[in-house]
């Protein structure tokens, strides 16, 4: 059989299971399987493909069907400019969220030398976006979970940003290290009850530590803006991203810890998304 049947089949299969992406997917499976990029496989789609290639696409095909994210199955996923090594100890980074790399690098234009904590620094995909297009800043970054640290420090290495961050396993309430210019975090925020809710692939196979917000879903977030509220510079920038129905509860929550609302920012689906604003 060759590639462009293969990826045809096994984008069949996967419609099947009504995953609306079933043709990027088998592209993206078969990509792996031979060990070379999309642009190759479309290239050469006429190739054929040995047996051993072949069962083993099709396990990758299987274990989509089941419900798991193909960052997971390949262990990355494209994110701003880059490409970020995932595991299931991770999130997998969220196009919405690059709202906050964009707008971090439109508001620090004029920084020459800043220093930027990331609270719940996951794969590390939002600060290492921002330390790479910008080579006088030093980061910070924080998370509970070790194995979190350790896919952060293997994605700055390859980005090649290592030099300029520092990694520290901690709870956010714990942490007491340094002032900083800008804090972003994205905060677990969905609420406890409605995770199980969630798409098959986030709520079956995504880490709880990095969606479940609490009873209110506000959990982490009080603790973030708590915390940022004391690390922070005067005039200092945290840039926060919410869910989509929290807008008003945390711009409360900001203004009670001495916060100046800049901006509020809408994601791809025109939700409220990312929070803006200044230390006075």
């Given at each position: 059989m060759n590639i462009n049947s293969a990826i045809k089949e096994g984008s069949e299969i996967l419609k099947s299971k009504l995953i609306s992406s079933s043709q990027l997917d088998s592209e993206i499976l078969m990509a792996k399987t031979i060990n070379k990029d999309r642009k190759y496989i479309l290239l050469n789609s006429n190739n054929h493909l040995n047996k051993n290639d072949l069962n083993y696409f099709y396990r990758l095909i299987k274990k989509r069907s089941s419900g798991h994210p193909v960052a997971y199955i390949t262990n990355?996923?494209?994110?701003?400019?880059?490409?970020?090594?995932?595991?299931?100890?991770?999130?997998?980074?969220?196009?919405?969220?690059?709202?906050?790399?964009?707008?971090?690098?439109?508001?620090?234009?004029?920084?020459?030398?800043?220093?930027?904590?990331?609270?719940?620094?996951?794969?590390?995909?939002?600060?290492l976006s921002i330390l790479k297009e910008r080579i006088n800043f030093n980061g910070t970054g924080i998370d509970i979970s070790q194995k979190c640290l350790n896919i952060s420090k293997i994605n700055a290495i390859n980005h090649k940003v290592s030099s300029r961050l520092k990694l520290y396993k901690s709870d956010v309430d714990k942490f007491n290290l340094g002032k900083y210019d800008l804090i972003v975090s994205n905060p677990p925020y969905i609420k406890k009850s409605k995770i199980k809710y969630l798409e098959k692939d986030v709520a079956e196979f995504e880490p709880k530590l990095a969606l479940d917000g609490g009873l209110d879903g506000l959990s982490e977030i009080r603790k973030v803006i708590k915390k940022s509220s004391e690390l922070i510079k005067k005039n200092g920038k945290l840039v926060l991203e919410i869910g989509f129905d929290q807008k008003n509860k945390v711009i409360n929550l900001l203004s009670k810890k001495g916060f100046y609302i800049n901006s509020t920012l809408k994601d791809i689906a025109q939700n409220d998304r990312c929070i803006i604003s200044t230390k006075i």
């Open positions: 990355k996923k494209f994110f701003w400019n880059s490409e970020f090594y995932v595991t299931h100890d991770t999130l997998i980074p969220r196009p919405d969220t690059e709202l906050i790399v964009e707008n971090i690098l439109n508001l620090t234009k004029q920084k020459n030398k800043i220093n930027i904590l990331d609270i719940g620094i996951g794969s590390g995909c939002i600060l």
